[in-house]
């Protein structure tokens, strides 16, 4: 059979922009997520075991075994973990996304995020807000204590709100950010303020009392990530829609455990690709080096594959304080991008480069040509478990990846 | 005696920059406002006649005097403000600023914004959104049920919060919103969400209930104007700051009445210098063009004259959607201003120009040897009142203040 690749491209990064999630709601995961059970904990990017399993992965799911009862301590948690006793499967697996670690258990709160023109519902847990979080390994009292705190008041009252006022719009802000100093990914001061802004009379409307209301907004307006995991979600939504499109070549999955970078391509089915994760070119926090990095971790390079974040970045020239760079490398970042994806996004645009639509859709064959790999704007975990964030920075995707698709591709399609 | 004008200018910037202006509460303007009195209006700009005064601020006037329950119909307000019945005072006299028109009247409540550093309060009044407004010249009946609803929910519910948060660091949210994409000036977008976000926990907790709470985060988190008012007066803690030092050629206020634009400096005391306002350089709203336009107008520029508005626009690429131009003229108006004034700021910054702090201080020798003038980010009214808003865009100050401003200066220095 001739495949139309260019055809089959076209209608996936359709989709990509077509797709319009809002956050509708949130559920507790075992509820709501496709395929989850009671002995399951999710988990970012590809499939991995314990042995192979990051430092900062291993202390999430420790965390996350004490935070559901199942374990009392650290040691029984491990032995549980690695007695297999626990199956380990990717949130994206189950239509999930999660920052980091990543790692979403049976009773956890996530947020509901609906692509309204595909019908495609993604999930993705609350976010902790930066510094010592589970997401990035940590598993002390204080991050077990926050964790209950969300979900016990943080996520009923945002989910309260959001239903009151019939959901949020996370293509919208999104589109609003990108023209505020945010790439989408790594810096979304602004549409973290924009989404508090939006929940914020609804909180205080419906919230159980006014002092709950009252530390529920002052949290979600000091938090700059505070939505982060919505719009992974929603960006998911997006990508979800252009998944499975018989002789695509443009990648729908993008993401890392901290051990192994993994895709999937459109036109590939359900195979991952994966290979070693690598180092983040960092800024490190004061104390620590790259000696202490975790590689490069977290399910948010779903927004890169949507087309932002890193892809977006000459929006963002202020964000180099924080990854490392200078201004103009921001600008760079998006025009190298703009080498290796299928199209210009109608919704997402850079005002800089005169309002041109940021560059989405990565191509694989158009990767291996150029030999440009996508670059991500990320956070730095740990390498041990139970630290937490040590820096962020910018890393580029392994380049054999994008070959053993392509190689996979041309076996599947007798090209 | 022998003057130092650098030791001098250094000075006022100095104090430009080093001011910290926090809004602390809310105040009926008669009972906190210097030298006003019941019957006196303010307004934007220099001094200016009722015979001489411009369509949109006779109509804020009138507005302002039917919303005081001083006249009952228009024709009775033009009545006792065309008789000598009611003194004009500009706001900049009495340490306040307004908007367009500026109408400020004794009963309207006003933010405190005090300068923290040096001692000095400045004011402005609530800001009413977009579209048709009293700033602009209209004074329909839903513009006076929109003020009385200001009057007595809006205001009270702030002052109320304000003071329960103990103040909002106004400089503190430009530095950051100057990385939002905003101006600071004529785009606020990403500053208004600031202040809501910073409100609104404070505002869920002390509102007198739920309803109030709700109506009137809504409308800060939607009005994008929500901080200019107090913006405009924070702009004026930091100039006035700088005012009144000897031998000093900075520009420290530059108002518009719609009629005349005014400037004064500080070395040359209370002395206004005129010349007639522009037409703005216009991006006008369907349906209007510049036969509509009232000269350009209000106090807003006392952002550019602190160092912000389009004197930043280079980080502010996306606004040229609003006031015309393409984005390489955002960063260029920058770079020209860069010309004109004495120093970089140390607290608001350019994050494409390498963090370069934006130009500020603007000094009238460089001015009139550069042959260049200040840049204006700015609205436009229409010229007749009752209409509002038509569109918005970019004005320059005339040569000739600048002109006759440094022939006074040699004259009372004996230059």
């Known amino acids: 059979m001739a495949i139309d690749i260019e055809k089959a491209n076209a209608t996936v990064v359709e989709r990509f922009?077509?797709?319009?999630?809002?956050?509708?709601?949130?559920?507790?995961?075992?509820?709501?997520?496709?395929?989850?059970?009671?002995?399951?904990?999710?988990?970012?990017?590809?499939?991995?075991?314990w042995e192979r399993m990051s430092g900062p992965m291993k202390g999430a799911m420790v965390g996350a075994l004490i935070f559901e009862g199942k374990a009392k301590s650290a040691e029984e948690a491990e032995k549980m973990l690695s007695g297999g006793k626990i199956e380990f499967s990717p949130n994206h697996e189950h239509m999930c996304t999660g920052p980091m670690a990543g790692v979403i258990s049976p009773s956890m709160l996530v947020y509901e995020i609906e692509n309204k023109t595909h019908g495609i519902k993604c999930f993705s847990n609350l976010n902790e807000g930066r510094g010592k979080v589970l997401r990035m390994?940590?598993?002390?009292?204080?991050?077990?204590?926050?964790?209950?705190?969300?979900?016990?008041?943080?996520?009923?009252?945002?989910?309260?709100?959001?239903?009151?006022?019939?959901?949020?719009?996370?293509?919208?802000?999104?589109?609003?950010?990108?023209?505020?100093?945010?790439?989408?990914?790594?810096?979304?001061?602004?549409?973290?303020?924009?989404?508090t802004t939006q929940l914020s009379p609804w909180i205080a409307k419906t919230a159980k009392n006014t002092d709950t209301a009252f530390e529920v907004i002052k949290f979600l307006g000091e938090n700059a990530l505070s939505i982060l995991n919505p719009v992974m979600a929603g960006c998911k939504t997006m990508t979800a829609a252009g998944h499975?499109?018989?002789?695509?070549?443009?990648?729908?999955?993008?993401?890392?455990?901290?051990?192994?970078?993994?895709?999937?391509?459109?036109?590939?089915?359900?195979?991952?690709?994966?290979?070693?994760?690598?180092?983040?070119?960092?800024?490190?926090?004061?104390?620590?080096?790259?000696?202490?990095?975790?590689?490069?971790?977290?399910?948010?390079?779903?927004?890169?594959?949507?087309?932002i974040g890193g892809f977006a970045m000459a929006n963002s020239p202020a964000l180099v304080t924080f990854i490392g760079g200078v201004?103009?490398?921001?600008?760079?970042?998006?025009?190298?991008?703009?080498?290796?994806?299928?199209?210009?996004?109608?919704?997402?645009?850079?005002?800089?480069?005169?309002?041109?639509?940021?560059?989405?859709?990565?191509?694989?064959?158009?990767?291996?040509?150029?030999?440009?790999?996508?670059r991500v704007n990320t956070g730095v975990a740990h390498k041990d478990p139970g630290v937490g964030q040590v820096g962020a920075g910018v890393a580029s995707a392994p380049m054999s990846l994008f070959e053993d698709a392509l190689v996979a591709f041309a076996e599947k399609y007798n090209i």
């Open 244 to 307: 499975n499109v018989e002789g695509s070549t443009i990648v729908t999955i993008m993401a890392r455990n901290g051990t192994d970078w993994g895709i999937k391509v459109s036109g590939l089915g359900d195979r991952w690709f994966t290979a070693q994760s690598p180092i983040v070119k960092s800024l490190y926090f004061p104390g620590f080096t790259e000696a202490d990095a975790c590689r490069d971790i977290g399910d948010s390079v779903i927004t890169e594959t949507a087309g």
């Open 327 to 374: 201004p103009k490398d921001a600008i760079n970042t998006t025009l190298d991008m703009y080498e290796i994806t299928y199209a210009e996004h109608k919704q997402f645009t850079v005002p800089l480069l005169d309002f041109r639509g940021t560059p989405t859709g990565v191509d694989i064959r158009k990767v291996v040509e150029k030999q440009i790999t996508p």
């Open 17 to 49: 922009m077509e797709a319009r999630p809002v956050a509708t709601t949130m559920a507790k995961a075992i509820e709501v997520v496709p395929g989850f059970h009671e002995n399951m904990l999710l988990h970012a990017g590809p499939p991995v075991t």
């Open 137 to 195: 390994g940590a598993y002390s009292q204080d991050v077990l204590d926050k964790l209950r705190w969300m979900e016990n008041t943080l996520g009923p009252t945002v989910k309260t709100a959001l239903e009151a006022m019939g959901g949020i719009d996370i293509r919208a802000i999104l589109s609003k950010a990108l023209h505020m100093g945010d790439d989408g990914h790594n810096r979304l001061d602004a549409a973290s303020v924009l989404w």
